[in-house]
């Protein structure tokens, strides 16, 4: 696979409109807590109350504010994505790695072991994981997806090594003695630098959605906030119901609007790279 020119990526216009939403995420994250005078769990002596100049979302039923939560839950979100996408990109890119190139019985090991993996139900494996586990933070939650994400990855990364151990530069490698470990590294690795930003891009915003997944069965972090834990005690506590749009709704359209921003990302970046899509 060719390298990936940035001024290519960024004349395509679903990846400038998905990293311009993105831009703006990421900055109600960083600057989000430092415009509010609540914590996300600080009581504030209002219960319920609709949005106003105070509470720019309300108060939820505990007396929360609402935005508070939100901003600080985005930055839990975030978390969990990043480092859930991270340690299952890294995982899956390694094994895919050694597993296209080395061949024979250690190919034929890891695979078996990835199929393992592939056939076990996530979300149930998540769920088993998580409930063994009293106390679970941002971190632990993101070790947990990203230990049981890498397999698809794995096997997309072998299929791209297998075509391309097989180029000259690879051959020419060999017989210039380059080692196995360096070949990797600097041979194999740069010409498929694009589908592994595309692939994490994917697990980015897979980690969200598990850990959405895991907030509303109650199988959250219990020690800090993100977005899925916002819903989940909206839903919880019939928040809809009882008229308290304000607690459910933004929590919702922020994760919405950040899958979608991910999703133009990468099929913007699939639409540069694939000739049969680019136009």
């Given amino acids: 696979m060719n390298r990936m020119p940035a001024k290519l990526a960024l004349a395509n216009p679903k990846v400038r409109i998905g990293i311009m939403v993105l831009v703006i995420i990421v900055a109600i994250a960083a600057v989000g807590p430092y415009t509010t005078g609540y914590g996300p769990l600080d009581y504030t002596g209002d219960i319920g109350a609709p949005p106003s100049r105070e509470h720019p979302l309300g108060t939820n039923t505990f007396g929360y504010d609402v935005y508070a939560q939100v901003v600080y839950g985005l930055r839990g979100s975030l978390a969990i994505g990043l480092l859930g996408g991270v340690i299952a990109t890294l995982i899956g890119v390694a094994v895919g790695l050694a597993s296209g190139y080395l061949g024979g019985l250690a190919d034929e090991m890891l695979m078996m072991i990835t199929n393992i993996f592939l056939v076990i139900p996530t979300l149930a494996l998540l769920i088993i994981i998580a409930a063994y586990i009293e106390q679970r933070g941002i971190g632990v939650e993101s070790l947990i997806i990203g230990l049981t994400a890498w397999p698809w990855t794995a096997r997309a990364v072998r299929a791209n090594t297998l075509s391309l151990r097989s180029r000259e530069f690879v051959y020419v490698a060999k017989l210039s003695g380059l080692g196995g470990a360096r070949i990797l590294v600097s041979e194999i690795m740069p010409n498929m630098l694009s589908y592994i930003i595309m692939v994490f891009i994917l697990q980015f915003g897979g980690a969200i959605l598990y850990a959405v997944g895991l907030d509303f069965l109650g199988l959250g972090p219990t020690d800090s906030i993100s977005l899925g834990v916002i819903l989940q ?23 919405a609007v950040l899958l979608t921003a991910l999703y133009l990302v990468n099929t913007g970046l699939d639409e540069v790279l694939n000739p049969r899509l680019r136009r």
Avoid: D, K, R
Avoid at 238 to 253: E, F, H, S, Y
């Fill in 233 to 255: 005690q909206a839903v919880l506590w019939n928040a809809i119901q009882l008229g308290m749009w304000w607690w459910a709704i933004p929590p919702g359209l922020l994760i």
